[in-house]
Nanobody, 115 residues
Framework: QVQLVESGGGLVQAGGSLRLSCVASGSIFVINLMGWYRQAPGKQRELVATITSGGTTNYADSVKGRFTISRDNAKNTVYLQMNSLKPEDTAVYYC?????????WGQGTQVTVSS
C-alpha cells in the first residue's frame, strides 16, 4: 500500500501564491508518475499537472505559465508551485501517484482564492 499526504493549501487573495506538497510513503520502489488534480464544487475532477520520474512535465492549458510541478525522488515528494492565482483556481487539490500496478490518491487539500 501507498499513502499520499498533501499539505500547503489555504486561503489566498487573487494574484497570490501557494505551494502544495505531497509526500508518498509505504511500499514504494519506484513512483513512475506523480501529479496534481483538482475538483471545484459541482465540477468533475480535472488534471492540473503531472511529472514523470525522469522529470517530464505536462500541464493543463489553464495553468500553463502560472503553475510549476516538481518532484524530489529521494523524498518521494511532489510539489506544485502556484503563482498568479485566480478565483477560478479555487478547488480541492488532490495528489496522485502511479506505483505499479495502480494509481493512488491523497485525501486532498483545499485551495481558496478570493477576488
Amino acid at each position: 500500500q501507498v499513502q499520499l499526504v498533501e499539505s500547503g493549501g489555504g486561503l489566498v487573495q487573487a494574484g497570490g501564491s501557494l505551494r502544495l506538497s505531497c509526500v508518498a510513503s509505504g511500499s514504494i520502489f519506484v513512483i513512475n508518475l506523480m501529479g496534481w488534480y483538482r475538483q471545484a464544487p459541482g465540477k468533475q475532477r480535472e488534471l492540473v499537472a503531472t511529472i514523470t520520474s525522469g522529470g517530464t512535465t505536462n500541464y493543463a492549458d489553464s495553468v500553463k505559465g502560472r503553475f510549476t510541478i516538481s518532484r524530489d525522488n529521494a523524498k518521494n515528494t511532489v510539489y506544485l508551485q502556484m503563482n498568479s492565482l485566480k478565483p477560478e483556481d479555487t478547488a480541492v487539490y488532490y495528489c496522485n501517484a502511479f506505483v505499479r500496478p495502480r494509481y493512488y490518491w491523497g485525501q486532498g487539500t483545499q485551495v481558496t482564492v478570493s477576488s
